[in-house]
């Protein structure tokens, strides 16, 4: 039996390319993992927010349900970041953001900058501040370069 996996699911999405899934095929899509450092400078219920700070930088990804792959609307993604306008510790440099009908996010910020030697963001899906279905989950994604204006980040959540 083949398994279906989530970087499958992110072609299709990316590409636009209808997947048909099927029940035996779809239950391999793993939940995604928290990611050591993670959770690092966290503010548990930042607000959500148009925008953090003043833009030009932007974060984009989906959420989709461990399993069977079906994007999850209206799940709460938190993102924060040592930025061109402040630490990833400062208050004004976290913001919370709501998925789509779609299961994406998009969160437009200040440029990431280097911070302990490598330009990174911090995501969260948190439970104790959503609908509280899925798993907490905290990523640290790092960029390829401190140029980069955007990052794609994508969550596989597991049901709590």
């Known amino acids: 039996m083949l398994a279906l996996t989530g970087a499958a699911v992110g072609a299709a999405a990316t590409t636009g390319v209808s997947a048909v899934l099927h029940p035996a095929r779809a239950q391999g899509i793993a939940p995604t993992q928290t990611m050591r450092g993670g959770a690092n400078n966290y503010r548990p219920g930042a607000p959500i927010v148009e925008r953090i700070g003043s833009g030009g930088f932007l974060m984009t990804g989906t959420v989709r349900r461990a399993g069977d792959g079906m ?71 790092v960029m390829k370069s401190a140029g980069d204006t955007q990052l794609k980040v994508d969550f596989v959540l597991k049901p709590a």
């Open 71 to 141: 994007p999850l609307p209206n799940q709460r993604i938190q993102i924060w970041a040592h930025t061109t306008e402040g630490h990833e510790r400062d208050p004004h440099s976290h913001g919370a953001t709501l998925t789509d009908a779609n299961g994406v996010f998009r969160m437009d910020m200040p440029q990431i900058v280097p911070a302990f030697g490598q330009p990174h963001g911090h995501l969260a899906h948190d439970a104790e501040h959503g609908d509280g279905r899925f798993e907490t989950v905290f990523l640290r994604p």
